[in-house]
């Protein structure tokens, strides 16, 4: 039915990732599909104390977060493995998924054969404007895309622009379309199809090592989302294409 509908459209307006999925699987032409990149709506971003206590971490952890659908196609179940070492070696490290979804209690089901389920805290879906609280209280935003859509770059996710605004470091997969300007400006490492447990866990652990550094280059992007991703910009964009 999607095929149907999507050949009866005169025009598609699509995030970049998914017209570049429509143009390959559905032999949807180029011209029918008006790319827009996913917006933002920019917010005051709070500091990491009050951060904390509104959402009940502990100020003594350190996070890494994960928000969003949680599905297969999130790609959480590829970076697990490479968790229980890195855990091993920074003891007050926790990794903080928020959210929920049809692969949720797989998730949980590995977590518990990895015996890290001390270490990975599963929190329910909310609203969009608590997630900013997330985001102060956290240091690494992870977005690991599976691999099985097969298309590089063909999937667009709302949370890194959650993670960027919020002056996180990144570490997203080949198959988000931001992972070349992640890479490009320096604001994170990207998960490349068939990475080993042990490169998947050295990119994130880098991170952590200079996440203060990182952090400090990643301020500067707080100006770049607002003034090329804010809705305003993408209406005035759908608007341009189809008048």
């Keep these: 039915i999607f095929k149907y509908l999507y050949g009866r459209a005169s025009l598609i307006t699509a995030s970049k990732g998914y017209a570049k999925f429509l143009n390959v699987k559905f032999n949807i032409p180029v011209k029918k599909l008006i790319q827009v990149q996913l917006g933002f709506h920019p917010y005051t971003l709070p500091d990491r104390d009050k951060a904390l206590k509104e959402v009940n971490l502990e100020s003594s952890k350190r996070y890494m977060l994960f928000v969003g ?121 990207i998960l490349k199809a068939g990475d080993s447990e042990e490169e998947i866990r050295n990119k994130i652990e880098v991170i952590l090592n200079n996440s203060n550094n990182l952090n400090n280059n990643i301020l500067d992007s707080m100006k770049f989302i607002h003034d090329k991703f804010s809705w305003d910009k993408r209406f005035y964009q759908i608007y341009n294409s189809i008048r």
Excluded: C, H
């Design 69 to 189: 659908n949680i599905t297969e196609y999130q790609g959480i179940q590829n970076i697990l493995p490479s968790l229980p070492l890195l855990f091993n070696k920074y003891v007050n490290l926790n990794f903080v998924l928020v959210g929920d979804g049809a692969f949720l209690d797989k998730l949980k089901s590995m977590v518990i054969e990895l015996k890290i389920n001390e270490r990975v805290i599963f929190l329910p879906r909310v609203s969009k404007s608590k997630i900013k609280y997330y985001v102060a209280s956290s240091e690494i935003g992870l977005s690991p895309f599976s691999f099985d859509r097969g298309i590089k770059g063909s999937i667009s996710g709302l949370k890194t622009f959650d993670y960027l605004f919020g002056g996180l470091p990144i570490v997203t997969s080949e198959m988000d379309d931001m992972a070349s300007l992640i890479k490009e400006k320096k604001w994170g490492d």
